[in-house]
């Protein structure tokens, strides 16, 4: 009797060690999915470039992201969320190319003295209705000049044939090339801003067409990286 009770004892001990077992590897199975779910999840992946690469870096500034919403049209359309969008639609494209994106709000504390291969902000213009077209500019005391036109350039070639804007070069204000953003990061970083086009004559663009839009940013991130940085490049 004594024995009998051991030997079940036992045996059900032994299959409470296996439930568990059982219940562990489920649980790193489902973490494990899970985990990756998120690290893939374009949202997390703004914040984890390192996961994405070892590709060359590029920083993406969404502009008013998490500050305001930037121009307001009389219908609601926001300003930020176009630059989000666009944002977001570009650094997946880029991430595809082999690069490594990070997405930072209006005013991240990470732009202090940033660090990357290249910095692009993202901003829209007006809700005027009968202007139309984008325009890229950069800080006016570039501590690295010739690299940053080389950045504008590109930018206006790509974005120009990606989207069939007209560059709109009279209304280049002195606000984007002192742009805060500009001016906060690394001296050596090369960075510029870009304005879109305008949410009132360019609104289908900007809010069916955000595709071709991130096309245009990628192409021109993508030129000016292979001729600047041309050794870190991706091959793709
Ligand atoms: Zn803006």
Redesign the pocket.
Known sequence: MFRQSSAHGRARSCLGNIATVVKVVLLVVVGGLLLLELVNSPRLGDFLPGFQSKGPLIGLLA??WQNDS??VCKDGLR??DI?LEVARRAAALLRQRGYRVEILPEFSAKLNGYQADVFLAI???SCIENLSGFKVARMTHSSVPEREDLLVQALYQAYGEATGLKPHLNTVTEDMRQYHALRRIAPETPGAII?LGFMGGDRYLLTHEQDRVAVGIANGLSAFLRQYAPTATPRK
């Open positions: 502009g008013h930037g121009a300003e930020v630059n901003h829209s213009d304005e």
